[in-house]
Structures are given as C-alpha cells and as structure tokens.
C-alpha cells in the first residue's frame, strides 16, 4: 500500500511497517491474577493497552523486561 498526498509518493506502507517495534503479542491472552502479567506476552495490562501509543524507545524497554521476567521465571 502506499501512501500518496498529491501526487507525491509519502511512503510505502511495508516500510512504515518494518520501522515500527513488533508488538510480542502471541495471542494467548490471559492475564494471571498472581502477578498480572498476560500469560502469553508477559506484559502487564498497562504495556498492553499502551502498546500502540508508546514510543518505539519504550517499546524496546518493555521488550527487554519481558526478557529479564522470562528469565526470572525459569
């Protein structure tokens, strides 16, 4: 898809999307009522719900805490 104004080329939409931090959504969502976090992501309900307004610099922290929990958890 691209994206024109005019008659200038913006940018493709592929591109726009390869930009942009890949949510880790894997579609098992459950939160947990012991520690909040969703059971597929491991996000909490405030990372997930934000996810689309955070800038890409909070997405990777998040990204790297989601690690960091995995990790503890093991």
Not at 53 to 71: P, W
Request: positive net charge; contains cysteine; aromatic residues 6%.
């Amino acid at each position: 898809i691209m994206l024109q104004w005019k008659d200038h080329l913006i940018l493709d939409l592929k591109d726009l999307i390869s930009w942009m931090v890949e949510s880790p959504c894997t579609s098992v969502c459950d939160i947990d009522p012991k520690n909040g976090l969703c059971k597929g992501c491991r996000r909490t309900k405030d990372e997930i719900f934000g996810w689309l307004r955070y800038s890409d610099a909070d997405k990777k922290r998040i990204l790297l805490t989601i690690n960091r929990r995995k990790i503890e958890n093991t």
